[in-house]
């Protein structure tokens, strides 16, 4: 069963960059590893999905190494609604339940 | 497009008592799923439906029945409530159950069990 583990929570300031990594050990050759976005009050929203190397969309990448163990979301020049819960999400629900772990909860400060 | 909706947003109930939790999608998507929320914590999946007539159990499915009426709406029946099933609902859907396809989720149900 792939379980991941992230930070329970991290700081940032409006402008930087930041990254949040996931750790998956566990990871099968089928899991696809997704990151989701959820505000106080509503359900996540998909931020990005990757399987190997590094995805880039408009809001944010995602870099994963060879071994596929870890992954990094990393947002570029955080504003304060990025204020939010981010989690990781790694499976291939065949073969997994899916699995939400406890996130990690991202503030924003101006 | 409403994407997902759930009904209602928020329900107060007394141990004992039995409520359907509806959700509905229109974006034609095959797979539909239910979570819950506990304070802090992250989502739990308690039953899934790979597509229209199959079900199956998911991490949590103690306590819970599920109906996939048709392909747009799955719902989730608490037959005795129970104070522990106090949480927020969150349903979700998706185009196929394979490959970590992305989940849309709808706004959930706040449920309350006395």
């Known amino acids: 069963l792939a379980k991941t583990t992230q930070p329970i929570s991290m700081d940032s300031y409006e402008g930087q960059e930041v990254n949040i990594t996931c750790s998956h050990n566990?990871?099968?050759?089928?899991?696809?590893i997704t990151w989701y976005q959820q505000f106080p009050s509503q359900g996540p929203r998909f931020i990005i999905q990757g399987y190997k190397t590094k995805v880039t969309n408009e809001v944010a990448s995602l870099f994963i190494p060879a071994d596929r163990k870890s992954s990094t979301l990393s947002l570029p020049r955080v504003s304060l609604s990025d204020t939010a819960v981010y989690y990781c999400l790694v499976g291939h629900i065949n073969t997994d339940k899916l699995i939400f772990g406890t996130g990690t909860r991202l503030q924003v400060f101006p | 497009n409403a994407g997902v909706t759930q009904t209602p947003k928020f329900q107060v109930l007394k141990t004992g008592q039995s409520m359907t939790l509806q959700c509905a999608q229109d974006m034609n998507h095959n797979s539909m799923y239910w979570y819950r929320q506990d304070p802090g914590m992250g989502l739990r999946l308690i039953y899934y439906s790979a597509s229209e007539g199959t079900t199956d159990k998911g991490e949590v499915p103690n306590g819970y029945n599920v109906s996939r009426l048709n392909k747009r709406e799955f719902s989730l029946r608490l037959e005795s409530a129970a104070p522990s099933q106090t949480s927020v609902y969150f349903c979700?859907?998706?185009?196929?159950?394979?490959?970590?396809?992305?989940?849309?989720f709808g706004p959930g149900t706040r449920l309350l069990v006395l």
């Open positions: 979700a859907s998706s185009e196929a159950l394979e490959r970590g396809e992305t989940q849309y």
């Open positions: 566990n990871i099968a050759t089928n899991d696809y």
